[in-house]
């Protein structure tokens, strides 16, 4: 909408996540390392199986070209 990215995350059904690291921002990352990226706190909800959610805000500075979301997440593979 503007101010807000809402994620949707659907893994298949025999995979799973260790986590989900977020950024969002006016600028681009300063790191490419995952784990330090600033909206690792973002809750995500379960909204089925295997399926994750979560809603950030985003913001763009004066300069208006857009704002940047990079979205980074551990998969396990299938036990089998």
């Not at 949707?8 to 390392?33: C, I, M, N, Q, R």
């Amino acid at each position: 909408n503007g101010t807000q990215a809402t994620l949707t995350v659907t893994l298949d059904s025999d995979w799973s996540s260790e986590g989900f690291h977020l950024y969002g921002g006016d600028k681009p990352p300063t790191t490419a390392a995952p784990g330090q990226f600033n909206l690792n706190g973002a809750t995500w909800q379960q909204i089925a199986p295997n399926t994750y959610r979560t809603t950030v805000n985003l913001t763009d500075s004066t300069d208006r070209d857009g704002a940047w979301l990079v979205f980074h997440v551990n998969v396990c593979e299938p036990r089998l």
